[in-house]
């Protein structure tokens, strides 16, 4: 069996394609820029599943704006099934799918970003996810089998998560949620040991210090 070898990878660049889309063709490293971007596929329009993840995402589209957040959806269907998906769900739910949603018919990005898994499925998409900062690097990966449903709470926890780290310089702890403490990172000196146990830290041991970021 053949062997993917472009997946990527958690600190790699993401990988540049260009698609045509729901909202018109687009070139990935354009519709990245300067905004984080949540990459996900699924394994089929029409589909049970599928129908209430992709209405999770666009239920969420405030939060998503509001922490400078894109989405992008893929499956390997074609223009005209998404398009009538798209249209199918709103009658019926009233749920619209703003986000672009990519016609992979040839199975180009899926293959690219490792989301066809021949153990799985070898034409169906597993359910993917990859965050993928502004600089365009990816920071997260998460992969769902065909008959489990994503948990939408977890893919906002992370992606604040991750923008939090970034903007205060630390780490977060086991089950993580904003306004909790965080940890900060352990000291690598006996100077910066020595200052640590001077600090108004809540200290567990020395390597293992949290603070309060409000």
């Known amino acids: 069996m053949e062997q993917l070898t472009s997946m990527p990878r958690i600190g790699d660049k993401a990988l540049d394609f260009e698609a045509v889309t729901t909202t018109g063709k687009l070139k990935f490293s354009d519709y990245n820029k300067g905004s984080w971007v949540i990459l996900f596929s699924h394994p089929a329009d029409f589909t049970p599943v599928c129908t209430t993840e992709l209405s999770g995402f666009a239920q969420e589209k405030d939060f998503f704006a509001k922490n400078n957040t894109k989405l992008i959806g893929l499956s390997i269907d074609s223009i ?27 199975m180009a990005i899926s293959k690219l970003y490792g989301m066809l898994q021949p153990g799985e499925s070898e034409t169906a ?7 993928i900062d502004p600089e365009g690097k990816v920071r997260l990966i998460m992969y769902y089998p065909l008959n489990i449903g994503r948990n939408m709470e977890e893919i906002k926890r992370t992606l604040l998560a991750l ?52």
């Open 80 to 106: 005209h099934s998404h398009i009538a998906w798209v249209n199918a769900v709103q009658e019926k739910t009233g749920v619209l799918f703003e986000f672009p949603i990519i016609a992979d018919i040839d």
């Open 125 to 131: 998409a597993v359910r993917a996810v990859f965050i």
């Open 163 to 214: 923008q939090t780290s970034d903007t205060n310089k630390c780490a977060m702890p086991l089950n993580w949620q904003p306004g909790d403490k965080v940890i900060v990172p352990a000291p690598k000196t006996v100077e910066a040991l020595l200052e640590r146990k001077n600090s108004k830290l809540e200290m567990v041991d020395w390597y293992l210090a949290k603070r309060s970021l409000n």
